[in-house]
């Protein structure tokens, strides 16, 4: 999906939303355990419930190879089943890959070739031959870690002067264009994304931290938005495990909704008119 | 497998050899490939060709992710094969993950429960709550990355002053000590390492670079070496695609046992006398 058909989708469905499928085995509802492939069938419970409201959908791969073959498995499928059921969806893998040129050559082939991924997330430590590996794909995209949303980001992402997040934003653009290049850039830190998006006026941004990590949305649409939106924002813990009954689809679709509803509101307000 | 053990098997095999699996499907030899299942064929093969000579395997994620479920279960094998055949063995993901803390947690298991390595590489980026997470497993690791050996190392980890990665390998020991910390250090730059080596006097290093990369082995033991060898160095495509004939596990064995054999001289000219 190029850059021009996310935009168009995000007008259409009034939505930036990713919803991440952290989906954790131990954490899906009781009576789902017993079916052949219980992580599956939770992703597609979800999707069915969601999709009308999202922009992408957000595989965290750590939770797929922690349950070994089988979540590999289940992962392959869900990401068939949002390309066959709903074309429109972007799909981010959220991988946090980079290694060596060769090796990253691999990552690239594991997640755009051997699956339809449109994107994945990938750290910078390693410069610039660990991420150009994963550009050069049609219509497929890198996200590269800016500034993270956890606690940890103050150990080194603001070393240096300017600060190793903002050096690597720059840099990067050297590498690639903002029709193959995003940055993940942590909810938590709302007000630095006026920052990062005067860096980056035309690159989409990854925004994780909303939800359960305490970020506003409110805030991040003030200070993110550009005039394509260029903004998706992930929501996982908050939407998919908002109900751990029978009525989890109907609930997460609830949440997704309501999270819908404030965005469209947010890009009425926020969305250069042109 | 803690750090006196691993010195142990450093002085009965008077070896610091790590043998990276890369396994690539297009690059093995022709004859496997109608085998059931053709990357773990050649693993056990090159495995059982280069055991004795060998300290530790270190099979790189991405070579495996490249070929989806088929890849996942070629792995979960080879680290069950060496388990089973070579208890003795220390075996390393080289996943170079690193994530929010919910999900490091997951990484940890998949590669510490759900498979049963004693390391994982893991990528600074993110800082403390990333790395955490992989820690406080008995005898399990983190080698964390320092500096690589790429090109690309250029871009981001020397920036700042001190740079980049000696912030990390500082900061790191605060985390966790020496019995469950190592670091990445490349071969490409061995003067760099007697710096390394200064700010982590007691840390085991993984060594990437010599070989296929171009790092000098003789190099690394001058300038790497502590009192329990410290090192350990890894060699991939010189190994394990040296021959790509039927006689390729012959000539993976002869090229582990010159390494062996150069190492055993380096043992002796540079492990202090205690």
Chains 1, 2 share one sequence.
Do not use: H
Not at 127 to 146: A, H, Q
Request: glycine content about 6%.
């Amino acid at each position: 999906m190029n850059r021009q058909q996310l935009f168009e989708q995000i007008i259409k469905k009034n939505s930036f939303l990713c919803v991440g499928l952290d989906t954790d085995i131990n954490k899906i509802p009781e009576f789902l355990r017993n079916e052949e492939d219980p992580i599956f069938e939770f992703n597609k419970r979800i999707i069915d419930a969601t999709a009308e409201y999202t922009i992408a959908y957000k595989p965290n791969l750590a939770f797929y190879e922690a349950v070994g073959v089988k979540g590999w498995t289940a992962l392959a499928k869900s990401v068939e089943y949002i390309r066959s059921n709903y074309s429109d969806i972007f799909i981010i893998a959220d991988a946090k890959r980079g290694d060596i040129g060769n090796t990253s050559k691999m990552y690239a082939k594991a997640f755009f070739e051997e699956m339809d991924f449109d994107a994945i997330t990938v750290a910078p430590y390693m410069g610039e031959d660990s991420v150009t590996p994963f550009l050069g794909y049609k219509d497929k995209w890198v996200i590269l870690l800016g500034l993270t949303s956890n606690k940890g980001a103050d150990d080194f992402q603001f070393l240096g002067n300017p600060p190793l997040y903002k050096q690597v934003i720059k840099k990067a653009q050297y590498w690639a264009s903002e029709n193959e290049l995003m940055f993940v850039a942590g909810a938590t830190r709302a007000t630095m994304l006026k920052e990062i998006r005067s860096l980056a006026p035309d690159n989409f941004l990854l925004v994780p931290g909303v939800g359960a990590q305490g970020g506003s949305l409110a805030e991040v649409a003030k200070n993110g938005m550009n005039a394509t939106c260029g903004l998706l924002v992930n929501s996982s813990r908050a939407i998919i495990y908002a109900d751990s009954t029978e009525k989890f689809a109907d609930i997460a679709k609830e949440k997704a909704e309501e999270t819908q509803q404030e965005m469209a509101q947010l890009l009425k307000d926020y969305l250069p008119k042109i």
